[in-house]
């Protein structure tokens, strides 16, 4: 075992939802605890911090990668959009649309993960089978609704932003 | 749980790691894609003093295809081989294998590197090393060794990689021509570690085998290969019975018993698996060597 370090103060900017954003945080800061603690963005949730829930899904590049997993030092140069940035009640995005009309969410807690990915996901798929929607979310975990109702609302998604473009 | 305090270091070329790595000696760690280093910092499992952190290394992203093999840099995420055309061209059983590595959200970051140099065997990606009979490039304060698998990999979670030592890519290379390969793999959900797993390559010449080589994921303590030729050699693909290896597999598999199976479950599974991938690699190498001479 080493000896523990002094906590070591670094200066952090990642662009998130298309804005600059600042914060002095320690090197062991991570996206998940920066985006919420440090900027004040808690619509990305925190499952278990190991990878395997899902709830912390954030796109960097355009790309769903585990916010828990990733350190915000190592976010600098990197475009992250999170649910904030995917649309607002006013205006909601396809997907958040799409849940809302097919009861996808119950507690919600699990939501904003699943919304990141399914974004991505319709980007590459944008006419998915009921099969590959199924897949598309099987790394993000539903403690309330069963799923079937998710996979609906990935279906309906992909209508909705095809109607709307 | 948080990552106990570190010093993050982003060298900017391979020299510079190195040389971080070998300032910070054991109380240092490599941080590639972070998908496995990443939960053991945040359980606390480990608190290494120094990150070195990769990601900003240039030229370690790319894949390169050879005559001879596909190169993978450290760079390289699992999505990034996954969707390489050329590298499925030359190599078609490494994108058939990583689409099984976790979720697509875990392949854009981890790295194939970084799960050959993680060296569970658990992961997909060594025993493709190993049935590729594939090699690590490794860069230190010396210069730069050439590592086979098989001196590569020690034992669980445990590699001959010198703590001041970089792998800057992997070689896996190309099968001879009219080897069939295949891989298969059961989970409790799909995208999670495997109960068991089983890659394949067979050859298959004037429509009898001529080879058969098995590895395997989740059900031994280091990734290696079993050679069944001798079980199925000169005999007619659609003729061969398969049981015929499993006194081969058996020998080689060390299964251990978890809450998701027990280890005669996961041996039962690999058996299974192994005759599955067999057949399914046996007439791969048809079609592929079919293909081949009407191109
Ligand atoms: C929920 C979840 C599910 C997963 N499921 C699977 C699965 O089914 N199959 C599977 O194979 N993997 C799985 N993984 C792990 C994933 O594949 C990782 O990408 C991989 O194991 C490690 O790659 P990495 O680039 O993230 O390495 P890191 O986590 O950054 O590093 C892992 C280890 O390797 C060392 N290391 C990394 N790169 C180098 C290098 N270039 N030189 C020297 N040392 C290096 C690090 O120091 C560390 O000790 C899963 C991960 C998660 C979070
Ligand atoms: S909190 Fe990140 S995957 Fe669960
Ligand atoms: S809606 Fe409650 S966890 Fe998914």
């Given at each position: 075992?080493?000896?523990?370090?002094?906590?070591?103060?670094?200066?952090?900017?990642?662009?998130?939802?298309?804005?600059?954003?600042?914060?002095?945080v320690?090197?062991?800061?991570?996206?998940?605890?920066?985006?919420?603690?440090?900027?004040?963005?808690?619509?990305?949730?925190?499952?278990?911090?190991?990878?395997?829930?899902?709830?912390?899904?954030?796109?960097?590049?355009?790309?769903?990668m585990?916010?828990?997993?990733?350190?915000a030092?190592?976010?600098?140069?990197?475009?992250?959009?999170?649910?904030?940035?995917?649309?607002?009640?006013?205006?909601?995005?396809?997907?958040?649309?799409?849940?809302?009309?097919?009861?996808?969410?119950?507690?919600?807690?699990?939501?904003?993960?699943?919304?990141?990915?399914?974004?991505?996901?319709l980007?590459?798929?944008?006419?998915?089978?009921?099969?590959?929607?199924?897949?598309?979310?099987?790394?993000?975990?539903?403690?309330?609704?069963?799923?079937?109702?998710?996979?609906?609302?990935?279906?309906?998604?992909?209508?909705?932003?095809?109607?709307?473009? | 749980?948080?990552?106990?305090?570190?010093?993050?270091?982003?060298?900017?070329?391979?020299?510079?790691?190195?040389?971080?790595?070998?300032?910070?000696?054991?109380?240092?760690?490599?941080?590639?894609?972070?998908?496995?280093?990443?939960?053991?910092?945040?359980?606390?499992?480990?608190?290494?003093?120094?990150?070195?952190?990769?990601?900003?290394?240039?030229?370690?992203?790319?894949?390169?295809?050879?005559?001879?093999?596909?190169?993978?840099?450290?760079?390289?995420?699992?999505?990034?081989?996954?969707?390489?055309?050329?590298?499925?061209?030359?190599?078609?059983?490494?994108?058939?294998?990583?689409?099984?590595?976790?979720?697509p959200?875990?392949?854009?970051?981890?790295?194939?590197?970084?799960?050959?140099?993680?060296?569970?065997?658990?992961?997909?990606?060594?025993?493709?090393?190993?049935?590729t009979?594939?090699?690590?490039?490794?860069?230190?304060?010396?210069?730069?060794?050439?590592?086979?698998?098989?001196?590569?990999?020690?034992?669980?979670?445990?590699?001959?990689?010198?703590?001041?030592?970089?792998?800057?890519?992997?070689?896996?290379?190309?099968?001879?021509?009219?080897?069939?390969?295949?891989?298969?793999?059961?989970?409790?959900?799909?995208?999670?570690?495997?109960?068991?797993?089983?890659?394949?390559?067979?050859?298959?010449?004037?429509?009898?085998?001529?080879?058969?080589?098995?590895?395997?994921?989740?059900?031994?303590?280091?990734?290696?290969?079993?050679?069944?030729t001798?079980?199925?050699?000169?005999q007619?693909?659609?003729?061969?019975?398969w049981?015929?290896?499993?006194?081969l597999v058996?020998?080689?598999?060390?299964?251990?018993?978890?809450?998701?199976?027990?280890?005669?479950?996961r041996?039962?599974?690999?058996?299974?698996?192994?005759?599955?991938?067999?057949?399914?690699?046996?007439?791969?190498?048809?079609?592929?060597?079919?293909?081949?001479?009407?191109?």
């Amino acid at each position: 075992m080493s000896e523990p370090v002094a906590e070591e103060l670094l200066d952090v900017t990642v662009t998130v939802n298309d804005v600059p954003r600042h914060a002095r945080v320690p090197a062991r800061r991570l996206l998940s605890d920066f985006l919420r603690h440090d900027l004040g963005l808690t619509g990305t949730h925190v499952g278990c911090e190991h990878g395997v829930c899902g709830a912390c899904t954030v796109l960097v590049d355009g790309a769903p990668m585990r916010a828990c997993l990733m350190f915000a030092v190592s976010a600098q140069a990197h475009a992250v959009t999170t649910i904030e940035g995917l649309g607002t009640i006013e205006a909601m995005g396809p997907v958040q649309q799409a849940f809302t009309e097919c009861h996808g969410l119950q507690c919600g807690f699990c939501t904003p993960g699943f919304v990141t990915t399914i974004t991505a996901f319709l980007e590459d798929n944008p006419e998915p089978t009921q099969d590959e929607a199924r897949e598309a979310i099987s790394g993000n975990l539903c403690r309330c609704t069963g799923y079937q109702n998710i996979v609906k609302s990935v279906l309906r998604a992909a209508e909705i932003k095809a109607e709307r473009s | 749980m948080k990552p106990a305090p570190f010093v993050h270091h982003a060298p900017r070329t391979v020299e510079e790691a190195v040389g971080v790595l070998e300032r910070v000696g054991h109380d240092g760690k490599v941080l590639a894609g972070g998908q496995s280093l990443i939960p053991i910092l945040n359980m606390r499992l480990a608190s290494p003093a120094h990150l070195v952190d990769i990601n900003g290394v240039a030229g370690l992203d790319r894949v390169e295809v050879t005559d001879d093999a596909v190169r993978v840099g450290a760079l390289v995420r699992h999505a990034g081989l996954e969707s390489h055309e050329a590298a499925y061209a030359a190599s078609p059983l490494l994108r058939r294998t990583v689409r099984h590595v976790a979720h697509p959200a875990i392949r854009n970051r981890g790295t194939t590197v970084g799960s050959i140099a993680h060296a569970d065997a658990a992961g997909e990606m060594p025993a493709i090393l190993a049935l590729t009979d594939g090699l690590v490039e490794a860069v230190g304060p010396s210069g730069t060794r050439e590592i086979p698998w098989h001196d590569f990999f020690l034992g669980a979670l445990e590699t001959s990689l010198a703590p001041d030592e970089l792998a800057v890519a992997v070689r896996f290379p190309r099968l001879p021509a009219a080897t069939g390969t295949a891989f298969a793999e059961r989970a409790r959900r799909h995208g999670d570690y495997a109960m068991a797993g089983v890659a394949a390559a067979v050859a298959v010449s004037d429509g009898v085998l001529t080879s058969a080589r098995l590895s395997f994921v989740s059900v031994t303590d280091v990734p290696g290969v079993v050679d069944v030729t001798a079980a199925v050699h000169g005999q007619a693909p659609e003729e061969v019975d398969w049981a015929a290896c499993d006194d081969l597999v058996r020998a080689h598999l060390t299964p251990e018993s978890d809450i998701h199976a027990t280890a005669e479950y996961r041996a039962m599974l690999a058996t299974r698996l192994a005759h599955l991938t067999l057949a399914r690699a046996a007439s791969d190498s048809i079609s592929s060597s079919a293909g081949g001479s009407a191109a």
